[in-house]
């Protein structure tokens, strides 16, 4: 219910999710956690994200996930032209999950909400940061 259209994505930056950042208040943490992507090199970038959905469909046992995809596009419609997909993610809050790396089959990753074009570059790895 919130009046902010910028909480209705599943993954937020840390300046969406802090009321002081929100009331462009000083905040210790903008300086961990950026807004914008820090530009490491030509092929690689980092982005600090939160999520504010919990992964799990229903209470119980977790036998069917949600799984989300990164898009990233010049445009703020993502039915425009598309820089980049990740596969799909179980996005989780638990830091124990997931330490092993997952190897995905070929075929699993052409079903995702935006399936990457073949000339667009995918998101290879998504790190956590909590």
Do not use: W
């Not at 504010?52 to 703020?76: E, H, Y």
């Not at 997952?102 to 998101?123: H, S």
């Amino acid at each position: 219910q919130d009046k902010n259209p910028e909480m209705c994505r599943v993954l937020l930056t840390h300046e969406v999710m802090c009321s002081r950042c929100c009331d462009k208040k000083s905040c210790g943490n903008r300086n961990e956690t950026p807004s914008d992507p820090v530009i490491i090199d030509r092929f690689f970038l980092k982005f600090f994200l939160k999520c504010n959905q919990n992964c799990l469909k229903n209470a119980g046992n977790p036998r069917d996930m949600r799984r989300f995809q990164v898009v990233i596009s010049t445009q703020v419609d993502v039915s425009g032209p598309l820089l980049a997909v990740s596969d799909n993610m179980f996005v989780h809050n638990n830091s124990k999950h997931g330490r092993r790396a997952k190897r995905i089959d070929a075929n699993e990753a052409m079903f995702g909400l935006y399936p990457p074009l073949p000339a667009t570059p995918c998101v290879k790895a998504i790190c956590p940061s909590e």
